[in-house]
């Protein structure tokens, strides 16, 4: 049986696409079919069944995918890696949210980037979650942290772990809320405070409303900014009310630059994944940074 046409019906299983599977073998779509076409021709039975979107593989279909994809996995590492080349690091690229990449997954990663013979050479890059998924399933990544679970059978996510979000404010602005009042009002105590965030539609405070005091926010942004560390230092400079992660907030917390403006017994919690193209966590590299940033994400929580 044809290698090449092996690749292909893997990469096609996985994408669910014809279209996608092309893209990420550099092929035309039709080259692509006519591959699918000759390799059921071969084996005499269907693999995929052809719908308005994509294609669904047969039991057929998922049968083979189960048994030849490691094996094909193992010989496209065996073959990018090289066989005279034992000093040459494989390379890692990795995509996420800028705050969570930055100060939890990057410093957790570079512990893995040394000589040791099981070393990698690491590139991150930053994105929101539907474009560090969408860069993963095109190959321009290999391995994805990212707040939404993706859909289908290219991507397979692992829960990392969960981020608690925390109402925060510059020790001039608490003062100025009752405690007895936020307690028997909610939310509307909270509407003269201005409000920093990260985008207009004030996501984080709009979840936290949502999820705390089951009303949407009031008030509109007064200071957007677009990094979730600039909130931080604007709500420390007293620019008003803020929502946050605990893990970024936590040390402006202890020291009083900033303070809570409400404890509720359930705070709200965001999960993060971590997404591979699925069968490639059969490549070394990626494996021990999954498993890495697995192990790590233990004391995070």
Sequence with gaps: MDLALLRTFVTVHRAGSFTRAAALLGLSQPAV???????????????????????TPTTIGDELAHKAAPHLDALMEIAESGLDD????????????????????LPALTELTGDDGQGFALRASFGTAEEALEGLASGHHDLAISTARPRGALLTATPLCDEEHVLIAAPRWVKRIDAEALRLKGAPALED????????????VSRYWASVFDSRP????????????????????????????????????????????????????????LVVRTGTLAMPHIARAHEWLQRAAAAWC
């Design 218 to 273: 009031a008030a509109s942004g007064t200071v957007i900014v677009p990094d979730l560390r600039a909130v931080l230092a604007c709500a420390i400079a007293g620019a008003g009310l803020a929502v946050l992660p605990r893990y970024l907030c936590a040390a402006a917390l202890d020291d009083g630059a900033v303070a809570p403006l409400n404890d509720p017994v359930v705070p709200p919690l965001r999960t993060y994944f």
């Design 193 to 204: 405070l201005p409000v920093v965030e990260v985008h207009e539609s004030l996501p984080f």
């Design 86 to 105: 034992e000093s040459s690091l494989k390379t890692l690229h990795l995509v996420g949210p800028p705050e969570f990449t930055a100060e939890r997954a």
């Design 33 to 55: 079919t006519s591959q699918i076409r000759t390799l059921e021709r071969q084996l005499g039975k269907p693999l995929f069944l052809r719908q308005a979107r994509g294609v």
